[in-house]
């Protein structure tokens, strides 16, 4: 029904910044919000950020308000992952994940989210 493509990883130093981007395709209702998780190496997947695609509403976890941002391009069909000063504690697989259930409201919980991408590599070290 829905399919997500993260891409933009890569290797930054610390203090950088880099942009992540999740291409979806297949049908996207108003109602559906996308998130952005992380997943470290030995450590749980855990919640960056989360954005209702039709309100627009944004909801971002504690270790990166501030510094990163979510939004969207609906003409694009992708959500972005605004990512800025860049700490090695940031290094992970980042996922794109799409919530259809009915509803606007935002969730950090991995297990409300139907969709999800491949996840690309974010290195921040010097």
């Known amino acids: 029904q829905v399919q997500l493509v993260e891409s933009g990883g890569g290797l930054v130093q610390p203090g950088g910044s880099l942009r992540l981007s999740c291409a979806a395709s297949?049908?996207?209702?108003?109602?559906?919000?996308m998130g952005w998780f992380r997943q470290a190496p030995g450590k749980e997947r855990e919640f960056v950020a989360a954005l209702s695609w039709s309100a627009g509403r944004t909801y971002y976890a504690d270790s990166v308000k501030g510094r990163f941002t979510i939004s969207r391009d609906n003409a694009k069909n992708t959500v972005y992952l605004e990512k800025n000063s860049l700490k090695p504690e940031d290094t992970a697989v980042y996922y794109c994940?799409?919530?259809?259930?009915?509803?606007?409201?935002?969730?950090?919980?991995?297990?409300?989210?139907?969709?999800w991408g491949q996840g690309t590599q974010v290195t921040v070290s010097s």
């Open positions: 297949g049908r996207t209702f108003n109602s559906y919000r």
């Open positions: 994940a799409a919530d259809g259930s009915p509803g606007s409201r935002l969730s950090s919980m991995s297990a409300e989210y139907d969709y």
